[in-house]
């Protein structure tokens, strides 16, 4: 080492040791120690390097060369190791010691896993799991060892892959319960790339659909004990453990967060149970950091001082609250600033605007990921009212007065002060993000009205009347025309050239029937431009505006067997939602028309659809319409 710098290295039997070299040259040595890492371990980050040390590695591990990674001595590491060996024990592993041998974990792959998952969970917070895939450093030592042991790129494709399949784990899964399944997948699937498999065969049960349905998304084949064991995982996780999988040590933590909250609810006189992030939040938070305060192990905050300048009445509240709740627990002021920072995030996201807030949401990745955005706006910004889904070139033809901002996850040809890009996820700091561009731009341009776009100057409530006529008999010509026709497809019918006459004639309309083919001819035009089959369903839209037709129709036909979209057959439907209006429509019918095509992205509507009879149907149909007239006109509720 020293010859590759320059320096010679002089050994003098009888008078010792010495080195010779220019100035310049030891100078440039002793900066090369200079750049060694500075990060040092607390006791917690300690065991934590240790623990996954021994999970990653099968063979033996020196103390020694433990010790000289975390530049501490062997006693330290040994004491280190007794105060882990408890924990191991309760996860289902075996900590072997042996002098002249060294120290491993002994246990089950799937516990070697379910320790990786839950130092994950108890380590890694959102913006590490979500926020560190963009190639950059990530500059502490403990972060980049757990993504790197729950494999961050299999995390990334596993949460593309599922939303791909657009389940509705969104829906019926807490964010703490989805992250979970994340971490645990994520795990099971670096933990077979480094060949560290399960061989028990304790899985009884086979491969599942959903399963088989993730590992060819991924192009990935696994050993069968292997697809069984991730078939058990996603069958016990894909359930929301806060309804329906509370383990008995969990109900205490629940009931103190709700106790904590209704106490900081009083003295605050303001309601905070609505703000399910909180609740969520505290419980994630609350377990591991009071179980480190009943271990002894101390709590650091860097920003405590910070907090009690920011929050110093909820501070004083908090630390009461946190007596009452918890008296058998003495919790220092640094655990209390991070109770505090919960609950100023909730205010900050419960806090009202000036006045309320309409948006339409602009999503090209598909179904699931505009889902995914419209439920985590609606848990951190309630005071936001989601108005409507659309493309982007929807979107951008919008008339101003329909919306106060647009939300897109791309890039859109609008001025800036019209919409701001948010990914999917919508990160705490891009809550942060929306909120202030509400404050600092939505909030300071004139409120939209219906007047401007109907080009008055006051609209009196004979004039909103007026038009509630207009829009109520539209909707009442249109609903009550609105029939569904279940169908039995016969051997050599399957394309939908040969099912249009049939379908059409079912319409029941003269003027219809008068025009059959051409009609027929431009449903079929309109199709040969792209797919009109809602993704991840059966279910078709096919529409057209004709000469031929006199008013705005809706009709719904159910076949037996899939019907042929495609020459090479490769896009079917089982359901067809046809919606047909004349060539010159006035504005109010398009809206409305348009408005049905946005339901299109509910769950709920895609079900009825499906299975549900023209009634209920028709008054899931009006319900929404009756909710977007009473927003296109600003209706207020007489109290």
Same mark, same amino acid.
């Given at each position: 080492m020293l010859a590759a710098n320059g320096i010679v290295l002089h050994?003098?039997?009888?008078?010792?040791?010495?080195?010779?070299?220019?100035?310049?040259?030891?100078?440039?040595?002793?900066?090369?120690?200079?750049r060694s890492d500075p990060f040092e371990y607390s006791a917690e980050e300690r065991k934590i390097i240790i623990f996954c040390r021994l999970l990653e590695h099968d063979e033996p591990l020196k103390l020694f060369s433990l010790a000289h990674e975390l530049r501490v001595t062997m006693p330290t590491v040994s004491h280190d190791l007794d105060e882990l060996?408890?924990?191991?024990?309760?996860?289902?592993?075996?900590l072997v010691r042996r002098r002249g041998y060294g120290v491993e974990v002994n246990g089950s792959e799937e516990a070697k896993r379910h320790s990786i998952s839950l130092l994950a969970l108890n380590h890694l917070d959102d913006s590490d799991l979500f926020g560190q895939f963009q190639d950059q450093t990530v500059t502490n030592p403990i972060i980049?060892?757990?993504?790197?042991?729950?494999?961050?790129?299999?995390?990334?494709?596993?949460?593309?892959?599922?939303?791909?399949?657009?389940?509705?784990?969104?829906?019926?899964?807490?964010?703490s319960d989805y992250t979970r399944m994340l971490i645990k997948l994520s795990v099971a699937l670096t933990r077979i790339e480094h060949k560290c498999l399960i061989t028990e065969q304790i899985y009884g049960k086979d491969s599942s659909p959903l399963l088989n349905s993730l590992l060819n998304i991924l192009r990935l084949q696994l050993p069968v004990e292997e697809q069984r064991y991730l078939s058990e995982l996603l069958g016990n996780e894909a359930v929301a453990q806060s309804s329906l999988l509370i383990h008995h040590d969990d109900m205490s933590a629940i009931e103190g967060v709700k106790q904590l909250i209704r106490y900081v609810e009083k003295q605050l006189h303001m309601s905070l149970m609505e703000d399910r992030s909180l609740e969520e939040g505290l419980i994630q938070h609350i377990k591991p950091a009071f179980q480190r305060i009943l271990d002894g192990i101390?709590?650091?905050?860097?920003?405590?001082?910070?907090?009690?300048?920011?929050?110093?009445?909820?501070?004083?509240?908090?630390?009461?609250?946190?007596?009452?709740v918890y008296p058998q627990l003495k919790i220092p002021d640094e655990e209390i600033g991070y109770l505090v920072m919960h609950f100023g995030a909730s205010l900050e996201r419960l806090k009202p605007f000036s006045r309320k807030i309409r948006a339409v949401l602009v999503c090209t990745s598909g179904i699931g990921s505009s889902k995914l955005l419209a439920v985590k706006i609606a848990k951190r910004l309630p005071q936001i009212d989601l108005i409507g889904h659309y493309s982007w070139y929807e979107a951008t033809r919008l008339p101003e007065s329909r919306y106060d901002l647009i939300i897109?996850?791309?890039? !859109?040809?609008?001025?800036?002060?019209?919409?701001?890009? $948010? &990914?999917?996820?919508?990160? %705490?700091? #891009?809550?942060?993000?929306?909120r202030s561009y509400i404050e600092d731009i939505t909030l300071k341009k004139a409120a939209p009205s219906i007047a401007t776009e109907l080009g008055e100057t006051v609209q009196s409530p004979m004039d909103r009347l007026l038009l509630l006529q207009l829009?109520?008999?539209?909707?009442?010509?249109? !609903?009550?025309?609105?029939?569904?026709?279940?169908?039995? $497809? &016969?051997?050599?019918?399957? %394309?939908? #050239?040969?099912?249009?006459?049939?379908?059409?004639?079912l319409v029941a309309k003269p003027y219809v029937d008068k025009h059959t083919e051409k009609i027929a001819e431009q449903l079929l035009e309109r199709e040969r431009l792209g797919s009109v089959v809602i993704p991840d369903t059966k279910l078709a839209l096919l529409?057209?505006?004709?000469?031929?037709?006199e008013e705005p129709l809706l009709v719904l036909f159910r076949y037996d067997r899939p019907l042929d979209l495609s020459e090479d057959s490769s896009i079917q439907a089982l359901q067809l939602l046809m919606m047909l209006g004349p060539l010159k429509l006035d504005?109010?019918?398009?809206?409305?028309?348009?408005?049905?095509?946005?339901?299109?992205?509910?769950?709920?509507?895609?079900?009825?659809?499906?299975?549900?009879d023209a009634a209920s149907i028709q008054l899931f149909i009006s319900r929404k319409l009756e909710s977007y007239i009473k927003t296109k006109l600003e209706w207020r509720e007489s109290s």
């Amino acid at each position: 080492m020293l010859a590759a710098n320059g320096i010679v290295l002089h050994r003098i039997a009888g008078l010792g040791i010495r080195i010779e070299a220019d100035n310049e040259a030891l100078e440039r040595f002793k900066q090369s120690f200079d750049r060694s890492d500075p990060f040092e371990y607390s006791a917690e980050e300690r065991k934590i390097i240790i623990f996954c040390r021994l999970l990653e590695h099968d063979e033996p591990l020196k103390l020694f060369s433990l010790a000289h990674e975390l530049r501490v001595t062997m006693p330290t590491v040994s004491h280190d190791l007794d105060e882990l060996e408890e924990t191991m024990l309760r996860q289902g592993l075996t900590l072997v010691r042996r002098r002249g041998y060294g120290v491993e974990v002994n246990g089950s792959e799937e516990a070697k896993r379910h320790s990786i998952s839950l130092l994950a969970l108890n380590h890694l917070d959102d913006s590490d799991l979500f926020g560190q895939f963009q190639d950059q450093t990530v500059t502490n030592p403990i972060i980049a060892q757990l993504l790197d042991m729950i494999g961050k790129e299999n995390f990334k494709k596993l949460e593309q892959a599922l939303w791909e399949l657009n389940v509705d784990w969104p829906d019926t899964l807490t964010e703490s319960d989805y992250t979970r399944m994340l971490i645990k997948l994520s795990v099971a699937l670096t933990r077979i790339e480094h060949k560290c498999l399960i061989t028990e065969q304790i899985y009884g049960k086979d491969s599942s659909p959903l399963l088989n349905s993730l590992l060819n998304i991924l192009r990935l084949q696994l050993p069968v004990e292997e697809q069984r064991y991730l078939s058990e995982l996603l069958g016990n996780e894909a359930v929301a453990q806060s309804s329906l999988l509370i383990h008995h040590d969990d109900m205490s933590a629940i009931e103190g967060v709700k106790q904590l909250i209704r106490y900081v609810e009083k003295q605050l006189h303001m309601s905070l149970m609505e703000d399910r992030s909180l609740e969520e939040g505290l419980i994630q938070h609350i377990k591991p950091a009071f179980q480190r305060i009943l271990d002894g192990i101390a709590i650091r905050n860097p920003m405590l001082v910070q907090i009690k300048k920011d929050y110093s009445s909820l501070f004083s509240i908090m630390r009461s609250g946190v007596q009452e709740v918890y008296p058998q627990l003495k919790i220092p002021d640094e655990e209390i600033g991070y109770l505090v920072m919960h609950f100023g995030a909730s205010l900050e996201r419960l806090k009202p605007f000036s006045r309320k807030i309409r948006a339409v949401l602009v999503c090209t990745s598909g179904i699931g990921s505009s889902k995914l955005l419209a439920v985590k706006i609606a848990k951190r910004l309630p005071q936001i009212d989601l108005i409507g889904h659309y493309s982007w070139y929807e979107a951008t033809r919008l008339p101003e007065s329909r919306y106060d901002l647009i939300i897109s996850t791309v890039d !859109l040809p609008l001025e800036p002060n019209r919409y701001i890009k $948010l &990914s999917p996820m919508l990160s %705490p700091e #891009e809550t942060n993000q929306l909120r202030s561009y509400i404050e600092d731009i939505t909030l300071k341009k004139a409120a939209p009205s219906i007047a401007t776009e109907l080009g008055e100057t006051v609209q009196s409530p004979m004039d909103r009347l007026l038009l509630l006529q207009l829009y109520s008999g539209i909707v009442l010509r249109l !609903l009550d025309g609105f029939r569904v026709h279940d169908l039995a $497809l &016969s051997v050599g019918q399957e %394309p939908l #050239e040969k099912q249009l006459p049939s379908m059409l004639s079912l319409v029941a309309k003269p003027y219809v029937d008068k025009h059959t083919e051409k009609i027929a001819e431009q449903l079929l035009e309109r199709e040969r431009l792209g797919s009109v089959v809602i993704p991840d369903t059966k279910l078709a839209l096919l529409h057209t505006r004709s000469e031929w037709i006199e008013e705005p129709l809706l009709v719904l036909f159910r076949y037996d067997r899939p019907l042929d979209l495609s020459e090479d057959s490769s896009i079917q439907a089982l359901q067809l939602l046809m919606m047909l209006g004349p060539l010159k429509l006035d504005k109010y019918s398009l809206e409305l028309l348009s408005e049905i095509s946005a339901m299109l992205l509910l769950p709920d509507l895609l079900t009825l659809l499906e299975n549900g009879d023209a009634a209920s149907i028709q008054l899931f149909i009006s319900r929404k319409l009756e909710s977007y007239i009473k927003t296109k006109l600003e209706w207020r509720e007489s109290s």
